[in-house]
């Protein structure tokens, strides 16, 4: 058990290009949450996945975004056409059950210049 | 829709002092709580998780009470120390309506502890 990981670590990207990030959630677990950080604030939830299947939207998924978790194993966050406002830290977490423990991973700070 | 608040803001102690962190949640049907240290630039890492039947859950130096009637949990930090400087975050997950057990996050309350 290596707990979730988040790749890249850092994205640096120019306005109007597309981002993807990659979260693999701890290897048993069915449930995973993305989440959105910017600075000096708490996370905010943005999707989740039982399995493969997206159950939940937030308001601040925009139509730029969108996710996908393939076979219900990793998962994967898109930002078309980038502005300077996705810039954030962006949070994915796993748990194994409802209302069982959740496990965050390091995140991926997106820069827009 | 559930709101969480955390008192104080931001705390500067000495080494060796006993801190209490607050925290308040305004929907009280919660299922459970959890509590979060968050490093400068790093994701959250879990602390405690307590239940809704639990009154009190301890890890470590860490105790957690959680009271679900007046929506408030208050993290204790035994003998605190320069490694215990970080945001604590505090979240209660929502499984009302069509919700999946999204967690819902204050601001956090940035602790400084000075050697």
């Known amino acids: 058990d290596t707990g979730v990981s988040q790749d890249p670590r850092h994205k640096i990207t120019k306005r109007g290009q597309n981002v993807t990030f990659r979260c693999d959630p701890i290897s048993e677990h069915n449930r995973l949450y993305w989440y959105r950080q910017t600075l000096g604030q708490g996370p905010e939830f943005l999707t989740y996945f039982q399995n493969e299947a997206q159950l939940e939207k937030s308001r601040l998924l925009s139509d730029r975004f969108s996710a996908e978790r393939p076979k219900g194993s990793f998962s994967t966050l898109e930002i078309q056409r980038t502005e300077q406002g996705d810039s954030a830290m962006y949070l994915c977490?796993?748990?194994?059950?409802?209302?069982?423990?959740?496990?965050f991973g390091q995140g991926t700070r997106l820069t827009v210049v | 829709k559930q709101e969480v608040t955390q008192i104080p803001a931001a705390l500067s102690v000495p080494e060796g002092e006993n801190l209490v962190l607050n925290c308040s949640f305004t929907?009280?049907?919660?299922?459970?709580l959890q509590w979060f240290r968050q490093d400068p630039g790093k994701g959250l890492t879990s602390l405690l998780l307590i239940q809704s039947s639990q009154r009190e859950q301890t890890s470590g130096r860490l105790n957690a009470s959680l009271d679900k009637s007046s929506g408030r949990s208050t993290l204790y930090i035994a003998a605190s120390q320069p490694g215990d400087s970080a945001t604590y975050l505090c979240?209660?997950?929502?499984?009302?309506?069509?919700?999946?057990?999204?967690?819902?996050f204050g601001q956090g309350t940035i602790l400084t502890v000075h050697p």
């Open positions: 977490a796993s748990s194994a059950a409802r209302g069982t423990e959740a496990f």
């Open positions: 929907d009280s049907a919660i299922y459970n």
């Open positions: 979240a209660p997950p929502d499984f009302g309506g069509t919700s999946y057990g999204k967690l819902t």
